[in-house]
């Protein structure tokens, strides 16, 4: 049975910095391509990265030199570290290894 825990997220002042994790267990974590999404209140899920099973990384641009996502395949764990955090970076961010997803854990970003 796969399982995808997430943890992390939480209450942040603009400029600040969170991190997030996404345990899976049940699967051959090293063969999958994991996407973190994010959805803000009134609008639609938006990829935010992904980081392949050979470890190339992509941000969408909004994210593009404030946040890294990162792997370690030993401990089956993504990690999306994020920095400089805006307003607008608020929302519940999904960790999305192939098909699977996590319950979602919210990020709040204030002024």
């Known amino acids: 049975q796969v399982q995808v825990v997430q943890s992390g997220g939480g209450l942040v002042l603009a400029g600040g910095s969170l991190s997030l994790s996404c345990a899976v267990s049940?699967?051959?974590?090293?063969?999958?391509?994991v996407r973190w999404y994010r959805q803000a209140p009134g609008k639609e899920r938006e990829l935010v990265a992904i980081?392949?099973?050979?470890?190339?990384?992509n941000n969408a641009a909004s994210v593009k030199g404030r946040f890294a996502i990162s792997r370690d395949n030993a401990k089956n764990l993504v990690s999306l570290q994020m920095n400089s955090l805006k307003p607008e970076d608020t929302g519940v961010y999904y960790c999305?290894?192939?098909?699977?997803w996590g319950q979602g854990t919210q990020v709040t970003v204030s002024t």
């Open positions: 980081i392949t099973r050979g470890g190339s990384t």
């Open positions: 049940g699967v051959i974590f090293s063969a999958m391509d």
């Open positions: 999305n290894p192939r098909n699977h």
